[in-house]
């Protein structure tokens, strides 16, 4: 049986601060609509936090899956402005996005917090998406597989038990919302490396997800990659129809 047969593709839209209730609607409706056409792919949407119950009202009994970009690494208690886990429970979200480059740049996110983000994430039944990938000046001087693995260690410190749990996705900062997607064979490469690294922790089918300028017109040459599980969309996810071609890839 080869890899893939074992872990079912994953297509999960990162929406970003986009949308409104009207747009959202359209686009949830033709989702819904789509879904039907897709087979052996699983497929999600991480929303922005004051759109999960709309999500979560339009998707329920859809096939499709949501989920939310960010969560605090507290349970509760005076943290003006964060959403906990539980909180994002109780809107039924199976995934919360952990690290996300944006987070790490514009929020100044350590790879520690992130790795408390999924423990949280994980004590409220919640699939973290870890995203890790390294920004254009590390992968010109070499470092993409030493940034990585910086990125990856107090997660996979959490142990195999935990990190089993989890779906890794890696995500080239050069390659997010510029156009720029990485080579099939580049993003294999490091996903070979990451999965190097799952399997020295025993969990070798962890699902690790590819993110940065995926569209259908390139989602089918880089699933075809061994070690590459499926997709996190950023802006191709606000188009039903793109978003769909890409999981049906
Ligand atoms: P784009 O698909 O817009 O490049 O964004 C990728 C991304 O950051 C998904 O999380």
Redesign the pocket.
């Known amino acids: 049986m080869n890899s893939h047969q074992t872990r079912k593709r994953l297509v999960?839209g990162?929406w970003?601060m986009h949308g409104h209730q009207a747009a959202n609607a359209s686009l949830l409706d033709g989702l819904c609509a789509g879904v039907p056409a897709v087979q052996d792919c699983d497929l999600a949407v991480?929303v922005p936090f004051p759109y999960l119950g709309q999500a979560h009202a339009s998707l329920q009994g859809s096939g499709i899956t949501w989920g939310a970009q960010d969560v605090s690494k507290h349970e509760q208690g005076a943290f003006t402005g964060e959403v906990s886990a539980g909180m994002l429970s109780d809107f039924a979200c199976q995934w919360v996005?952990a690290g996300?480059?944006?987070r790490r740049t514009l929020h100044g996110e350590t790879d520690q917090l992130v790795a408390e983000k999924a423990v949280a994430a994980l004590n409220a039944g919640i699939t973290p998406v870890v995203?890790v990938g390294e920004t254009l000046a590390e992968q010109e001087a070499g470092q993409t597989d030493q940034v990585i693995a910086r990125q990856l260690a107090p997660v996979l410190a959490l142990g195999a038990q935990q990190v089993g749990k989890m779906v890794i996705?890696y995500?080239p900062v050069w390659?997010?919302?510029?156009?720029r997607t990485a080579t099939p064979e580049q993003a294999q490469a490091v996903h070979a490396f990451i999965r190097s690294q799952l399997a020295g922790l025993g969990v070798p089918e962890v699902r690790v997800l590819y993110?940065?300028?995926?569209?259908a017109s390139n989602a089918g040459s880089l699933f075809a990659m061994s070690d590459i599980d499926g997709a996190?969309?950023?802006?191709?996810?606000l188009m039903a129809e793109e978003f769909l071609r890409i999981a049906a890839a």
């Open positions: 999960i990162n970003k991480c996005l996300h480059s944006e995203c996705a995500e390659a997010i919302g510029t156009g993110g940065g300028s995926v569209k996190l969309v950023g802006g191709a996810s």
